[in-house]
């Protein structure tokens, strides 16, 4: 049953396409940099994502990482959306991540949610989407079966100004299952970025993550240069 999960994003990505019909667009993304946090202090910054799109799917992989002298975050992330036909400003959506995050505590966490989303704004200077839906995850769950469960909703704007790209990301997970030990695993997590397009392909990222829970740790605060590439498969 593991395996499954392990195998699952490599699967939305290969599966075929009609390529004449669907528009299938490949594109891959590159980031290096540096990270500041309160308690780690400095480290390095590194991002790769592999994003698929057609007229009516979306499939996105991507490796966040911020590796620290003593501590690290990293996380893996794979999201697949589909549109409704008749109603094409809504989506169905399903999200994978395993993540590893030593500042929380966090050795070894495996999340998913899915849910329906709705876009609100689409046009080729920028997006709002609004989703809601259902979440669970289960921590160092290669030893142990217990899962938390959460209802989930999230926002998400990107809008570009000139030779200026702007995005922000809210998701907000309520713990509705039980609470062990006293712990409220209720949390908002957030993302802000802003990129300087210095050429087509190239640009400078600034930005910052927070996760906003009980253990209320110190945001990270990244500078990175990004590199973005087209790519030319039909599969």
Same mark, same amino acid.
């Given at each position: 049953?593991?395996?499954? $999960?392990?195998?699952?994003?490599?699967?939305?990505f290969v599966l075929a396409h009609d390529s004449d019909k669907e528009n299938i667009q490949w594109v891959s993304y590159y980031r290096l940099g540096t990270v500041y946090s309160k308690a780690p202090t400095y480290g390095v910054a590194g991002y790769? *994502?592999?994003? *698929?799109?057609?007229r009516n799917t979306f499939n996105d992989l991507r490796l966040f990482t911020h590796i620290f002298e003593k501590d690290s975050e990293i996380r893996i992330r794979n999201k697949s959306s589909r549109r409704f036909l008749s109603l094409n400003q809504?989506?169905?959506?399903?999200?994978?991540?395993?993540?590893?995050?030593?500042?929380?505590?966090?050795?070894?966490?495996?999340?998913?949610?899915?849910? =329906?989303? !709705? =876009?609100?704004?689409?046009?080729?200077?920028?997006?709002?989407?609004?989703?809601?839906?259902?979440?669970? #995850?289960?921590? #160092?769950?290669?030893?142990?079966?217990?899962?938390?469960?959460?209802? *989930?909703?999230?926002?998400?704007?990107?809008?570009? =100004?000139?030779?200026?790209?702007?995005?922000?990301?809210?998701? !907000? !997970?309520?713990?509705?299952?039980?609470?062990?030990?006293?712990?409220?695993?209720?949390?908002?997590? =957030?993302?802000?970025?802003? *990129? $300087?397009?210095?050429?087509?392909?190239?640009?400078?990222?600034?930005?910052?993550?927070?996760?906003?829970? #009980?253990?209320?740790? #110190?945001?990270?605060?990244?500078?990175?240069?990004?590199?973005?590439?087209?790519?030319? $498969?039909?599969?």
């Amino acid at each position: 049953m593991k395996i499954y $999960w392990v195998i699952l994003p490599v699967i939305s990505f290969v599966l075929a396409h009609d390529s004449d019909k669907e528009n299938i667009q490949w594109v891959s993304y590159y980031r290096l940099g540096t990270v500041y946090s309160k308690a780690p202090t400095y480290g390095v910054a590194g991002y790769a *994502r592999l994003k *698929r799109t057609t007229r009516n799917t979306f499939n996105d992989l991507r490796l966040f990482t911020h590796i620290f002298e003593k501590d690290s975050e990293i996380r893996i992330r794979n999201k697949s959306s589909r549109r409704f036909l008749s109603l094409n400003q809504f989506y169905s959506f399903n999200t994978l991540i395993y993540e590893r995050n030593t500042i929380i505590d966090v050795n070894l966490r495996y999340h998913y949610n899915q849910g =329906i989303g !709705y =876009i609100i704004k689409n046009t080729d200077k920028g997006n709002i989407t609004l989703e809601t839906g259902i979440a669970f #995850d289960n921590s #160092d769950y290669l030893n142990t079966e217990q899962k938390t469960t959460y209802l *989930r909703g999230a926002s998400s704007i990107d809008q570009e =100004i000139s030779n200026l790209s702007l995005k922000f990301e809210i998701d !907000y !997970y309520y713990q509705v299952s039980k609470i062990i030990d006293g712990t409220n695993l209720s949390r908002f997590q =957030i993302l802000t970025e802003a *990129r $300087w397009n210095l050429k087509k392909k190239i640009g400078i990222i600034t930005g910052f993550t927070c996760d906003i829970h #009980d253990n209320n740790p #110190d945001p990270s605060f990244f500078l990175t240069i990004a590199f973005s590439d087209p790519i030319n $498969w039909k599969i």
